[in-house]
């Protein structure tokens, strides 16, 4: 089968690999028909993933066809659209037994710790797979994963329709929240980005105010579009040199920052800033079991992913795909794989 496997950083190749067997444990023979690429997968690739291991499968944002099922699987049947969850928890280590296996302490998460889905099959555990909703297509559903990330974003931010929530980054990322968090009606909801374009987009998918950073100072903004006082709740979906700093300057006294990036650079920060306001700044990873949730969202209508991606390659393209994510297109808002060679 073909697959994409990243040797080491800047180093990806369309390799030949054998075709995965079901066992005891992964049970589930899927056939993949669409992956998306994802900025940790983009982190991966460049090496700046701390996470990650070497040499790797990535993908983690996957749906494919049941092809075939083991012995006493009973969650899905063969021709059985799904999506998988990507996070692999122990279940016995505090974080576990705390109710947060994203964080567990021997996580292994496909595409980052083992391999994942950039390639035309993978064998996985029945309760890792989640029937797609009639009516959306498989390179839509891609943003399933994402969104499930935006929820558990919300969720660390505890997020109210009393707070004003800014969210820095309209990227796949950043607009995924956006689409979660206008659920919450907060009070106000501003975008940021350097990108009008995209600024405009998040205006007319329920942002009530947009900053584009490269023209305006963006905590003297925040402040004045929440009446002096600043965003209640600060969610950093770009990670970006300085942005950590911005969130906690920008944010009001008692006020969440949530972090959702896995850059290790050096970058500035100091205590007073946190101290001072008395800030929560938590981190989100992953998404806690939630795809149950964001599927129920998708057949009751309150999130609509149609048309999320943007650009979509063959998975034998790969390079070209990661080259074009890394010119920065502006017309680019996801980027998608098929399995059509």
Not at 155 to 174: C, K, N, V, W, Y
Not at 308 to 334: C, E, G, M, N, Y
Request: hydrophobic content about 40%; charged content about 25%.
């Amino acid at each position: 089968m073909k697959a994409v496997r990243v040797m080491k950083p800047g180093d990806l190749r369309v390799v030949d690999e054998e075709k995965p067997v079901l066992d005891s444990e992964n049970n589930v023979m899927i056939r993949m028909t669409a992956a998306g690429i994802c900025g940790s997968d983009g982190g991966i690739y460049h090496g700046t993933n701390a996470a990650a291991t070497y040499p790797r499968i990535i993908g983690h944002e996957n749906v494919g066809v049941v092809e075939a099922i083991g012995e006493g699987v009973t969650r899905v049947k063969v021709g059985d659209r799904v999506i998988v969850d990507q996070v692999n928890a122990c279940g016995k280590c505090w974080a576990c037994r705390h109710g947060r296996p994203n964080v567990c302490g021997s996580l292994k998460v496909r595409g980052v710790h083992i391999d994942g889905g950039y390639r035309q099959w993978m064998a996985v555990p029945e309760d890792k797979c989640y029937l797609l909703p009639e009516g959306i297509s498989d390179v839509d559903a891609i943003m399933i994963e994402p969104t499930t990330i935006a929820v558990q974003s919300c969720s660390r931010a505890e997020l109210t329709e009393e707070d004003d929530l800014m969210i820095i980054g309209a990227g796949a990322l950043g607009t995924s929240i956006l689409r979660i968090a206008r659920l919450y009606h907060p009070h106000k909801l501003i975008m940021v980005d350097i990108d009008d374009e995209k600024l405009d987009d998040c205006l007319k998918n329920g942002a009530t105010d947009v900053i584009n950073s490269k023209k305006e100072d963006v905590v003297e903004k925040a402040k004045e579009l929440t009446g002096g006082y600043g965003p209640t709740v600060t969610i950093d979906a770009a990670c970006f040199h300085g942005s950590l700093l911005t969130a906690c300057k920008a944010t009001g006294n008692a006020g969440r920052v949530i972090t959702m990036g896995f850059s290790v650079a050096q970058d500035e920060i100091n205590q007073f800033v946190i101290t001072s306001k008395e800030l929560d700044v938590r981190g989100s990873r992953l998404q806690n079991r939630r795809f149950g949730e964001v599927i129920r969202l998708i057949e009751e209508g309150k999130v609509d992913l149609t048309g999320a991606v943007s650009h979509t390659f063959k998975l034998t393209d790969a390079q070209k795909a990661f080259d074009f994510v890394d010119s920065h297109d502006p017309s680019i808002r996801k980027v998608a794989f098929t399995f059509d060679f």
